[in-house]
């Protein structure tokens, strides 16, 4: 599967509402998985699933009566995210599939608990995110949820995907889930029988790449480009606020960019992204 900047008939249809909140709620809920499937490289230990992407693009469509509701009025969605203290967008994001969870009108979960820590003795052995009863099946579903900002390096395997933090890295995140957060059996009293990865964000290649990608990266969400050169096209792109990682504002929330800095920047005109990072922080590939 090659890359094409120029996707146009992606699902996106948290670009719809107005309010920069009710943006990213259902970003949080519509967005496909950043991976359709698990990385024939990676050593499951304790297995886990994917939810398929017609999946999400169902429960959008039973939330968005509830969705247009709070852009007309966002008031008990805003109150809601001023119980989390932290900058953190991985944080912000499990709020946004929390405040979701508890609306029980529009899905078929019932939510038995967050945030479950599972102590033995002295140690935390570690923490559920999510345990659900799904009241369509009856099954008792551990979910596990991220926000992720990948770059793409060298051949695109497993391996060589990098975070901003070049200590996370996809395969470690895939090893962490596989290894320790799956690894319950049982929670609040319940048999856990599915594990979910709840895995979504972005995606990020070099410019002017040719190779090919692999085929777990999903080619339903919007993939971006990343680099070390200044405007990648033309000067018409603007740097990003932290929160609009997630989803950008309906309108431009910064003049162009003059001078730039890390950062994601998106053009002015089109659904498109560009990762800007200083070459010191690029290490070269070998880890020299």
């Known amino acids: 599967m090659s890359f094409s900047a120029a996707t146009t008939t992606l699902f996106e249809p948290w670009l719809q509402y107005q309010h920069p909140l009710v943006r990213q709620l259902a970003f949080c809920i519509a967005s496909p998985n950043i991976l359709q499937q698990l990385p024939h490289e990676l ?40 119980k989390l203290k932290s900058t953190r967008l991985g944080l912000r994001f499990e709020m946004f599939i929390w405040f979701w969870l508890l609306d029980q009108d529009y899905h078929s979960y019932q939510l038995l608990g967050h945030s479950i820590q599972k102590i033995e003795g002295p140690r935390t052995l570690g923490e559920l995110d999510f345990v659900l009863l799904n009241t369509e099946t009856h099954e008792v579903e551990h979910w596990e949820v991220a926000l992720k900002y990948y770059l793409a390096e060298r051949d695109f395997s497993l391996p060589y995907w990098y975070g901003l933090n070049r200590s996370d890295t996809l395969s470690r995140k895939l090893n962490h889930f596989s290894q320790k957060q799956f690894q319950f059996d049982e929670a609040l009293g319940q048999h856990i029988q599915r594990r979910y990865c709840v895995l979504k964000g972005q995606l ?59 950062g994601l920047y998106k053009h002015i005109d089109q659904e498109s992204y560009y990762m800007y990072r200083l070459p010191r922080l690029i290490l070269p590939q070998d880890g020299t």
């Open 43 to 82: 050593t499951v230990v304790h297995n886990f699933q994917l939810h398929p992407d017609p999946v999400w693009q169902q429960h959008w469509k039973n939330y968005h009566p509830r969705l247009v509701a709070l852009d007309q009025n966002p008031e008990e969605l805003q109150l809601f995210l001023q």
């Open 204 to 262: 990020y290649l070099p410019l002017n790449t040719s190779e090919t990608l692999p085929t777990w990266v999903n080619p339903q969400r919007r993939i971006g480009q990343w680099g070390q050169q200044i405007a990648p096209q033309d000067q018409n792109f603007y740097r990003l606020q932290r929160h609009e990682w997630i989803c950008p504002q309906h309108a431009q929330s910064s003049e162009i960019a003059q001078w730039w800095t890390d």
